[in-house]
């Protein structure tokens, strides 16, 4: 599988894309207008074998309900993915046998020499 999860209203997601150009086999998915399905979810879960690796835990959604200050369980990860995009850490890179989660520098040149 060739996908990519991402925000189309973020500056940052939108200069990854072009940083990574990615090919016509890639599938994009704007999660703001075609959200998360639960099957497309637990795909994620069978790379990340943690529903947590994949929370954006600098959203505003998070802070707003102090989520930091409480135990949560994979079962409430999965729960706030499945709620709402902003839970999730973007984009999120599937290529073939490799999961790239975020934007950071690390994150961005791994998936950029994944797709050379």
């Known amino acids: 599988m060739k996908k990519i999860y ?14 990574f150009n990615l090919s016509s ?3 994009k998915q704007d999660i703001k207008i075609n959200p998360m399905t639960e099957n497309e979810l637990e795909v994620l ?6 529903y947590e690796a994949l929370i954006n835990k600098r959203a505003r959604m998070y802070s707003e309900r102090d989520l930091k200050n409480k135990t949560l369980n994979d079962s409430d990860f999965k ?14 890179l599937v290529n073939e046998t490799e999961i790239f989660i975020g934007n950071s ?8 020499e994944s797709l050379k």
Do not use: G, M, W
Not at 10 to 16: E, M, P, S, V, Y
């Open 79 to 92: 729960k706030l993915l499945l709620e709402h995009y902003t839970f999730l850490k973007r984009p999120v």
């Open 6 to 19: 991402y925000l189309s209203t973020c500056d940052t997601n939108r200069r990854i894309l072009k940083e």
């Open 105 to 112: 520098k690390a994150v961005v040149s791994s998936a950029k």
């Open 45 to 50: 879960f069978q790379f990340t074998k943690s």
């Open 25 to 27: 086999e890639f599938i």
